[in-house]
């Protein structure tokens, strides 16, 4: 068992999906390290969950499209003595557009707090849950991991990478009694969409789920040591679809479900 109480690292917690989980983990009693880059909105947050739920909240203000900036967050829980029990790495942004009008520094900063934070985070907290022989991982990643996606082409293989190292870093870590699970939501009604300008496809059209319901599930399939958790109906069947069909045919449906007529690219990031 864990030292209590339950410490959670949670990235991406200002807003959507993030926000959802701070609240959820906290009405469970665990305290909370929350990572964003809005330092006033994680600290108000941070009081809100005291006040309602009694429980403790570290702020970490860190932009972790940075390269160093995993290692300054270690710092900072290092510093305040909070060892991690469950990581949950959250935070993420897509870009919509064709892959070559879209500025490379802003792809590379996507695989950079996709892919390269959430693994450095992993990294760096596995060490001490392995010594405890306990300890819990939470990757976001999306029904983007299921198929490449045109006019969205890096941000559906960083979440394509998410699903395939948590796969595998679970079967690693099993026998140390860590738990890792993906999950992969579809569309969901949080600033996400709107921002990144994928909310103008035919994709967020046909289906969106609320953060809340999201949030839910993924800390359901956490807690019971599930490896993946997709949410709603039609995402799972989506989700199935993507195994049966050709892949060139798959190509061409997606991208038709990925299109838009405005052609221009836009981006957000928690």
Wanted: aromatic share 8%; charged share 20%.
């Amino acid at each position: 068992m864990p030292d209590f109480p339950e410490t959670v690292l949670l990235t991406g917690a200002s807003s959507g999906i993030g926000r959802e989980l701070a609240e959820i983990f906290a009405a469970d009693g665990s305290r909370l390290i929350l990572v964003a880059r809005s330092g006033e909105t994680l600290a108000a947050l941070a009081a809100e969950l005291k006040t309602r739920h009694g429980v403790d909240a570290l702020v970490v203000s860190q932009d972790l499209a940075c390269p160093a900036a995993a290692e300054q967050v270690f710092r900072k829980i290092q510093e305040a003595g909070w060892p991690v029990h469950v990581l949950v790495n959250n935070a993420g942004f897509g870009e919509h557009g064709r892959f070559h009008e879209i500025s490379i520094d802003r792809q590379l900063d996507m695989v950079q707090l996709n892919v390269g934070a959430l693994l450095h985070l992993a990294h760096l907290v596995l060490p001490q849950m392995i010594e405890r022989r306990s300890g819990a991982i939470l990757n976001v990643g999306s029904t983007a991991a299921f198929q490449p996606g045109p006019y969205a082409a890096v941000y559906f293989a960083s979440k394509a990478f998410v699903l395939s190292f948590s796969d595998a870093l679970r079967e690693e870590v099993r026998c140390f009694n860590i738990k890792v699970t993906c999950l992969c939501p579809g569309p969901t009604q949080t600033n996400f969409g709107n921002a990144s300008g994928m909310n103008r496809t035919r994709t967020f059209r046909w289906t969106s789920l609320s953060a809340n319901d999201v949030a839910r599930a993924g800390y359901r399939a956490l807690r019971r040591g599930r490896r993946m958790a997709v949410p709603g109906l039609l995402n799972k069947l989506i989700a199935l679809a993507t195994r049966l069909v050709p892949r060139g045919v798959l190509l061409r449906v997606v991208g038709y479900f990925n299109d838009t007529t405005c052609g221009t690219a836009s981006s957000t990031r928690l």
